[in-house]
Each structure stands twice: as structure tokens, then as C-alpha cells.
């Protein structure tokens, strides 16, 4: 799943065996976000509204993270 957080970079987020990963995309490549732990038992559907809460101080009036 890949996600655009509040038009300022792109998240790709995969299942693993120990649970979430989240990855930045920058100038074409993929770079671990080590600084974004998602819980193992979230459900797909609630990755973009977990992002909304956990990343929330970097939106700006009217942001929104937009599954891509």
C-alpha cells in the first residue's frame, strides 16, 4: 500500500512476518522509516486513519493522507 502523507513524501507500507513496514520513497528509492511503528495487528483499512493520529503535527490546515 502506498500513501501520500499530507502531500509532503510517500509512504509504502507492507505486511511482514513480524507485522508492518513502512518505507519512504525518496528520489526513487525505497528507505526504511525506522521512526513509524506500526502495531502488527492493525487492520489494512486502518493504516491511513493510525497514520492521521500518529503524524498528525506535520499536516497543514486541511491535510489528508491519501491511499494511493
Known sequence: MRFDI???FRLEVRRSDAGWEA?????GKR??????VLPPDLAADEIADYL?????ELSPPGGRIVAL
Open 6 to 8: 499530507y502531500g509532503r
Open 23 to 27: 518505507y519512504r520513497e525518496t528520489a
Open 52 to 56: 492521521d493520529d500518529l503524524l498528525h
Open 31 to 36: 528507505v526504511r522509516a525506522d521512526d513509524i
